[in-house]
């Protein structure tokens, strides 16, 4: 065994007695210097998978431009350990601007890597996930970054956002607005995700407040946050100011819980166990299909069913992250047409969007119509009724599959096993199926009824 290989394996040898926890690890030269930090959900996982005989002995131009190169110039390795993988991108952003290690180097070139905006000028700051940190509209704002991975960052603030309720709308919310209490927030307010600033479900102090314990979040260990807001919480029991007492208490039991896997139990259950999608794998397919620079939050599709064209309706329905939200499902007995799906989607879709078209609530991202690309135009034809647009409108069409966007003639044609076709197919037969429910529904009470 050449020197070279007996120290990669003495290297895998350690890299397995790690701890099974997240962290960040610091790949070192001869000399010490580190050369390369990254992360990891599991330590020992990750690390040892540089050092595995089969990475060791395979070509170099199969090892990939970052690991080839490592191996010939890593002669030890330090860690550490992180409360969750949260901190470990935090960890590993804050000593890649420290350190500047030569294998990290893509960094360089800021434009093309993901930051973190705090719009702190604002009466109620926004998080944001972007790539130009300097546009006009950021003039002031709090940036973290940059990330090495926009992917696993979207997942970090979706999780913080259950623990400190931020807004990520692009809404120009001001405390002097008084048409903000007629405002109807989007989904993520009756999920708990968001306060809702936009229709004034709270104070400008306790958004900020909000916000600042975020920030402190970021910028410091969990165990010491958790510190601070047990104290503040006991201050303000004593100060008997309860509100804000159980605030803090809801934070701090949602931070002990961030590293806390989702199931079933949690009210996301899908109607049938034929949705096998990854909702989060799904939805990042989708996006990069579609050409959305956003995380996919909110997506909403409408189908419409009828027998012979007689009882027709229609139905809403509404997965948010991925997943049903049986609060949002909305039925619609078609009171207009008969026989004329047409005519039943613009139907729908103005009855459904009115308060949106009218600027009074947020569209979803995603608004997904049942059919071809005539059920497309109905529902756009609709939609140009009104003064406000939704962001992005797609149709499924059945048989090929073909997806069809606005603006646009020619169909996108997605191989059987895309993750994004797999989540739009799953959301149209919930569609589906609810609009069928609701029309035998129909049925029955007009046979009982003659």
Known sequence: MSDR??????????????????????????????VYVGK????PDRVSSYFQPA?????????????????????????????????ALLTENRLIKDIHPRFNERLTDD????????????????????????????????????FTSVYALRESIQLLQRVFKFRTCTLDIREDDDGKRYFRPCLLYPIKQCTAPCADKISKESYRADINRFIRFLESKRSV????????????????????????????????????????????????ESFHVDPKKGLESLRKTLG????????????????????????KVCFIDGRPFKNAYRRYKIKTVTNDDYAAIREVVSRRYREAGQGNELYPDVIII????????????????????????????????????????EPIRLGRENLGLKFCQAIRDEAHRFAQHYHHVLRRKKVVGE
């Open 55 to 87: 990475t060791v002995k395979a070509p170099a131009s199969s090892l990939g431009p970052k690991k080839a190169p490592l191996l010939d110039v890593v002669d030890d390795f330090d860690i550490i350990e992180c409360e969750g993988e949260w901190e």
């Open 370 to 409: 049942d059919g071809g690309l005539g059920q497309l135009h109905a529902a756009l034809e609709a939609f140009d009724q009104l003064d406000a647009k939704p962001p992005m409108v797609i149709s499924l069409a059945k048989k090929e599959e073909l997806i069809y966007m606005q603006a646009k003639s």
């Open 292 to 315: 959305i620079d956003n995380a996919i939050r909110c997506v909403e599709c409408i189908d419409i069913a009828h027998l012979q064209g007689n009882e027709t309706v229609g139905s």
């Open 225 to 272: 946050m958790l510190r601070e807001l047990r104290k503040e919480m006991e201050e303000a029991s004593s100060e008997r100011d309860y509100e804000r007492a159980a605030v803090l208490r809801d934070q701090i039991k949602a931070i002990e819980k961030l590293d806390e896997r989702g199931s079933k139990k949690d009210g996301w259950q899908p109607e049938t």
């Open 111 to 146: 434009k093309t890597f993901p930051y973190l905006v705090v719009t702190t000028r604002d009466d109620y700051p926004g998080v944001f996930i972007t790539r130009e940190p300097g546009h006009p509209d950021y003039k002031g704002a709090k940036v973290l970054g940059p």
């Open 40 to 43: 990891a959900a599991v330590l």
């Open 5 to 34: 290989a007996a120290k990669l394996d003495e290297l895998l040898k350690k890299a397995r007695q790690l701890p099974k926890a997240p962290g960040v690890y610091l790949m070192k030269d001869g000399k010490g210097v580190v």
